[in-house]
């Protein structure tokens, strides 16, 4: 009876056992037990640690400027009788902006007219004498000195024309200096002078700013002056643009430093000079100098950085079969097109996580996501 009842526990022993693993199969998909282990940890994407060329990075703020802002004035007294233009109207050299009444220059120039007329009858008269003067005296008729007299006459009646011509020269360029106009193409940034006016020399009417070959000026720290070459890499992205990045050049390098904060001026042209902007508009110019050095350098993403300051990596180790994590603490350096470089912490050829480091615990099994 004793052998029958232990075969019988036995029995549902067997039964009960393939009912679990049963049950478990069920569970686990039909997979084995260690395949669904494996797919439970946690998923990351790791990159090598690499040695690359180091790169300064400089991001700064600029100025778009002008090549050329004038302010237009008159080079002669007179009162405004006319202004053709206003505020942000965009002229050609050559338009006229601005005039002066011009009575009083056409009264003097008719003026010195008449004077230039008079005098060359004057000196029609003295030839006519001299003509007779000197026909009386080859036949012995008149005084050679009465010759002499005329020829002189003349000689003063053309210097007087000469003068007189002077003066209409003089009166002519006055006249024409009671215009103002462009003395290039541009745009009128600012008007200042109303009709009834009286404007003296010196007194600015217009400010005219030329918008062909525009510029950003850029101040940079002085530390960096021996770096900037015709090789840099440079982009710019306006406020006023958003999403738009315009590949830029050096055009100018003013090595005048500002003594009070220690920075020279980089002047910088965009490739692409068919775009919307205006003098006076901020620029972020970004700026990479080769630094001439390599270095240990990985991803941006895989830095973790803690409150207190530290920063951190993930170091993909393999023990065996399974792979684990362990967190290691670096020194950074440069940061440059995404890399950061390590000074310290990290060896060439070593991985690290770069995607799925965000609660990762010491020595946590991981595997590599496909």
């Not at 600029?62 to 505020?87: E, I, K, M, N």
């Not at 009834?196 to 020399?201: K, S, T």
């Not at 220690?262 to 042209?269: G, I, P």
């Not at 180790?317 to 967190?327: D, R």
């Amino acid at each position: 009876m004793t052998s029958v009842a232990g075969h019988a526990d036995l029995h549902r022993l067997k039964v009960l056992f393939a009912f679990i693993f049963g049950l478990c199969g069920v569970l686990l998909g039909g997979r084995p037990y260690f395949a669904a282990h494996a797919e439970t940890a946690t998923p990351v994407v790791v990159e090598t640690v690499q040695s690359a060329p180091l790169i300064n990075k400089l991001e700064l703020s600029g100025t778009v400027t002008s090549p050329r802002v004038a302010q237009l004035s008159t080079s002669v007294p007179g009162l405004v009788s006319a202004v053709h233009f206003d505020s942000g109207a965009r002229v050609k050299t050559g338009d006229l902006l601005l005039e002066l009444d011009p009575a009083l220059e056409e009264i003097a120039l008719r003026q010195v007219d008449a004077e230039i007329a008079q005098a060359e009858a004057e000196l029609s008269d003295a030839y006519r004498r001299l003509r007779i003067a000197e026909n009386l005296a080859k036949r012995s008729f008149g005084p050679q000195n009465t010759v002499d007299v005329l020829k002189t006459e003349v000689e003063i009646k053309k210097t007087a024309i000469e003068r007189h011509k002077a003066q209409r020269a003089g009166a002519k360029e006055r006249l024409e200096r009671h215009l103002v106009k462009a003395p290039y193409s541009g745009v009128i940034s600012r008007r200042m002078a109303e009709v009834g006016q009286w404007i003296v020399p010196g007194t600015t009417v217009f400010e005219l700013v030329d918008m062909s070959g525009l510029r950003i000026d850029v101040p940079v720290p002085q530390q960096y002056y021996p770096l900037l070459n015709s090789r840099a890499d440079i982009a710019i992205k306006f406020d006023a643009l958003p999403g738009m990045v315009v590949p830029a050049r050096i055009g100018a390098l003013i090595p005048v430093s500002d003594p009070a904060v220690r920075t020279f001026t980089l002047r910088v042209l965009p490739e692409n000079e068919d775009i919307s902007i205006t003098p006076g508009m901020s620029a972020r110019v970004s700026i990479s100098l080769q630094s001439g050095r390599s270095g240990i350098v990985v991803s941006r993403d895989a830095l973790v950085r803690y409150p207190d300051g530290r920063i951190t990596v993930w170091v993909l180790e393999t023990n065996g079969k399974e792979s684990l994590v362990k967190e290691r603490r670096v020194e950074i350096g440069l940061t440059f097109d995404g890399l950061v470089q390590i000074r310290a912490g990290l060896k060439q050829g070593e991985r690290v996580v770069v995607r799925g480091n965000e609660s990762l615990r010491e020595g946590q099994t991981v595997r590599l996501a496909s």
